[in-house]
């Protein structure tokens, strides 16, 4: 069983920067990818960011070019640095790992591969 338990969400203003932090327990693998989903009221839950055990990393099209993910394989950790946000962008954030098989495999963007989540921290962007 592994557990995931994200910090450093918040309320920011638009346009401003949040830095987001997850740890994972047990023994880092390099079969495992990592990422990060996001949920708002009353909608699915939608994929920002994963990254591979090589370090490929992944973006959904809303957050390209201003969300970057990146991984401490050794720390068994993952961050999600969130630049110029927009309303929008406001939602619980979710951590995430699952056995995407190898350390070049492409992390699937559908939430329902995802086997191990995290309980969120809420990040909150006031226009």
């Known amino acids: 069983q592994v557990q995931l338990e994200e910090s450093g969400g918040g309320l920011v203003q638009a346009g401003g920067s949040l830095r987001l932090s997850c740890a994972a327990s047990g023994r880092p693998s390099s079969a495992d990818a990592m990422g990060w989903f996001r949920q708002a009221p009353g909608k699915d839950r939608e994929f920002v960011a994963a990254?591979?055990?090589?370090?490929?990393?992944y973006y959904g099209g809303s957050v390209t070019g201003r969300f970057t993910i990146s991984r401490d394989n050794a720390k068994n950790t993952v961050d999600l640095q969130l630049s110029n946000l927009k309303p929008e962008d406001a939602a619980v954030y979710l951590c995430?790992?699952?056995?995407?098989?190898?350390?070049?495999?492409?992390?699937?963007?559908?939430?329902?591969?995802?086997?191990?989540w995290g309980q969120g921290t809420q990040v909150t962007v006031s226009s």
């Open positions: 990254v591979n055990w090589a370090g490929s990393t």
């Open positions: 995430a790992t699952y056995r995407v098989g190898s350390m070049r495999a492409i992390p699937s963007r559908d939430p329902r591969a995802w086997r191990y």
